[in-house]
């Protein structure tokens, strides 16, 4: 009991001095891996796809569109950048080398990477009718990076280890039974108690996020309910929410109708 104990007093007194806070919303978030740690894994990650991606000629050939998500891409990092300048976290603008990419794939999809290495499918393009909807996905993408979601992500993995781990030894003197069951609930409670809720939290946050950084960039933050109305009626697949690590599409299209107009009075063009 004294060891475990001990770990408790040690696992609480490092998440109290692992505590950052998320740009433009300001929430407290656990991040108990480094910046370099995260950086350099996804970096490799993003260099495998790419390259297997040109082995593969699933670079898109569509000039048009790639240079359109290079253009609006450019103008949202920019303004990242200078929302970071602005409020005194011009130190975290190294931790990006930023990329825009075009794939081949009819998925709706697209992801960016810690760094600022972003990928947009070809698929979700199709409900793309202006830069002021590709401004929707290429801010919310670029909203999780500078949320630092993925670190955030790595961090409650490890806590999540260490809390099965202290788990463990507080339940060393029961029955095996008793301990089965005890590991097994756990798992279910980190996975839809905690881990699957704070990626729809991710989710939610890199949607505010994208409002603000797409209305800096110059584009028209009331095109994130049309586009997600779009993405709506296009969706083939409902999961049930509670179980999805995203939102679903009417919790976002609400969330959405809400934050506009407080994002275009705090940050629209005077």
């Not at 990242?80 to 603008?93: C, N, P, Q, R």
Request: charged share 15%; aromatic share 6%.
């Amino acid at each position: 009991m004294k060891k475990t104990t001990t770990l408790l007093i040690l696992a609480v007194a490092l998440l109290l001095n692992s505590c950052s806070s998320v740009p433009i919303t300001g929430r407290k978030q656990l991040n108990l891996v480094s910046d370099q740690t995260v950086l350099q894994s996804s970096l490799a990650s993003y260099q495998s796809f790419m390259t297997s991606a040109k082995q593969s000629n699933a670079i898109s050939t569509d000039k048009t569109k790639s240079a359109q998500v290079v253009r609006v891409g450019q103008k949202i990092a920019a303004a990242t950048e200078a929302y970071l300048k602005a409020t005194g976290m011009e130190s975290e603008i190294k931790n990006f080398a930023w990329e825009f990419n075009l794939v081949k794939s009819s998925e709706m999809n697209a992801w960016c990477m810690p760094g600022g290495k972003i990928v947009v499918y070809e698929g979700i393009m199709k409900i793309v009718s202006s830069d002021d909807d590709l401004a929707v996905v290429l801010g919310h993408e670029v909203a999780h990076a500078v949320a630092k979601h993925a670190n955030e992500r790595m961090s409650q993995q490890v806590a999540a280890q260490a809390g099965a781990q202290v788990l463990a030894g507080v339940l060393s003197g029961q029955s095996y039974q008793t301990q089965a069951m005890a590991q097994q609930v756990y798992g279910l409670g980190a996975q839809y108690g905690v881990m699957q809720p704070f990626s729809r939290k991710h989710e939610s946050e890199a949607d505010k996020m994208g409002l603000v950084l797409m209305t800096i960039a110059g584009y028209n933050p009331q095109n994130a309910i049309t586009f997600w109305q779009n993405m709506n009626a296009n969706s083939q697949t409902k999961i049930p929410e509670f179980m999805s690590s995203h939102p679903s599409h009417e919790t976002r299209i609400n969330d959405l109708t809400k934050w506009v107009p407080e994002v275009q009075k705090q940050y629209g063009q005077k």
